[in-house]
T-cell receptor, first 109, second 114 residues
Framework: TQLLEQSPQFLSIQEGENLTVYCNSSSVFSSLQWYRQEPGEGPVLLVTVVTGGEVKKLKRLTFQFGDARKDSSLHITAAQPGDTGLYLCAGDSGNQFYFGTGTSLTVIP | DSGVTQTPKHLITATGQRVTLRCSPRSGDLSVYWYQQSLDQGLQFLIQYYNGEERAKGNILERFSAQQFPDLHSELNLSSLELGDSALYFC?????????????FGSGTRLTVV
């Protein structure tokens, strides 16, 4: 059983389209992080959100932490081929740290 | 380059053998974490060390062990290897022992057990 479920599992879109990736749990998290992982490399931290309802923007990426701190979303505007990768959410709950199931994004030029 | 160095990058070995994976954390980071990533299990936390002491344990098998040395580099020892141990093994580091501020990951060691 995965504590952090991500959806969709796979996403293939055309360059310039917008997309949203979701990270959901039934548990409360003290904070959530988002990582992007490219093939053959380790995950790279994109952002950490710590306050319920918090919204953070990183260029074309917008991250939101749910009010109840049980879920998070990542929205990408005008996706580019360089956004291709595996997106992972991760966080602390009950003194354990979990990674999500991952969303594999492919942006087609 | 993330600053976290893992060696070797690839490793092919036979069942029943023992291997050692090495990790040098980013300069200034005291905490080292080991993760296993496989297609069906995703990223699974194995173990954490902070300044030489074991800090937290995850889903680490008894056949696996790790340590962090005084110079802060860490080694993950995998013994009596099975086919199912084939995976990517990542090391990550952070300044603090607190995990919810984010890690810096290395590029991983791809272990293939044949």
């Amino acid at each position: 059983t995965q504590l952090l479920e991500q959806s969709p599992q796979f996403l293939s879109i055309q360059e310039g389209e917008n997309l949203t990736v979701y990270c959901n749990s039934s548990s409360v998290f003290s904070s959530l992080q988002w990582y992007r992982q490219e093939p053959g490399e380790g995950p790279v931290l994109l952002v950490t959100v710590v306050t319920g309802g918090e919204v953070k923007k990183l260029k074309r990426l917008t991250f939101q932490f749910g009010d109840a701190r049980k879920d998070s979303s990542l929205h990408i505007t005008a996706a580019q081929p360089g956004d291709t990768g595996l997106y992972l959410c991760a966080g602390d709950s009950g003194n354990q740290f979990y990674f999500g199931t991952g969303t594999s994004l492919t942006v087609i030029p | 380059d993330s600053g976290v160095t893992q060696t070797p990058k690839h490793l092919i070995t036979a069942t029943g053998q023992r291997v050692t994976l090495r990790c040098s954390p980013r300069s200034g980071d005291l905490s080292v974490y080991w993760y296993q990533q496989s297609l069906d299990q995703g990223l699974q936390f194995l173990i954490q060390y902070y300044n030489g002491e074991e800090r937290a344990k995850g889903n680490i098998l008894e056949r696996f062990s790790a340590q962090q040395f005084p110079d802060l580099h860490s080694e993950l020892n995998l013994s009596s290897l099975e086919l199912g141990d084939s995976a990517l093994y990542f090391c990550a580091s952070s300044v603090t022992p607190v995990r919810n501020y984010g890690y810096t990951f290395g590029s991983g060691t791809r272990l293939t057990v044949v």
